[in-house]
Nanobody, 126 residues
Framework: QVQLVESGGGLVQAGGSLRLSCAASGRTFSSYAMGWFRQAPGKEREFVAAINWNGGTTYYADSVKGRFTISRDNAKNTVYLQMNSLKPEDTAHYYC???????????????????WGKGTLVTVSS
């Protein structure tokens, strides 16, 4: 069992930056692909970014490509999401996700995720 705890959310003005962190429990973190999803009020949860077990492969939703960067530190059991040039439409609850696989394929869809965090709220004001 893996527990994921997000942090770093908050209120920021449009154009600003935030860095989200996701701390994972357990000794198998380095063998999991990790991802970030988000869910805005009244909308379905959507994929944001994914990273494979060693950080060598990353993948982004078109809506965040060039603005967000996913990274991980396996020594700290932590995955990060650096968010720059934030827009009001980025406002959502952001969720950390993990899959019991090395590659990112499954962690790009909600159905493929094995573990979820409880989320952290990001609000971008205009």
């Amino acid at each position: 069992q893996v527990q994921l705890v997000e942090s770093g959310g908050g209120l920021v003005q449009a154009g600003g930056s935030l860095r989200l962190s996701c701390a994972a429990s357990g000794r198998t973190f380095s063998s999991y692909a990790m991802g970030w999803f988000r869910q805005a009020p009244g909308k379905e949860r959507e994929f944001v970014a994914a990273i494979n077990w060693n950080g060598g492969t990353t993948y982004y939703a078109d809506s965040v490509k060039g603005r967000f960067t996913i990274s991980r530190d396996n020594a700290k059991n932590t995955v990060y999401l650096q968010m720059n040039s934030l827009k009001p439409e980025d406002t959502a609850h952001y969720y950390c996700a993990a899959t019991k696989t090395y590659t990112i394929v499954r962690v790009t869809t909600t159905n493929g995720v094995d573990y979820w965090g409880k989320g952290t709220l990001v609000t971008v004001s205009s």
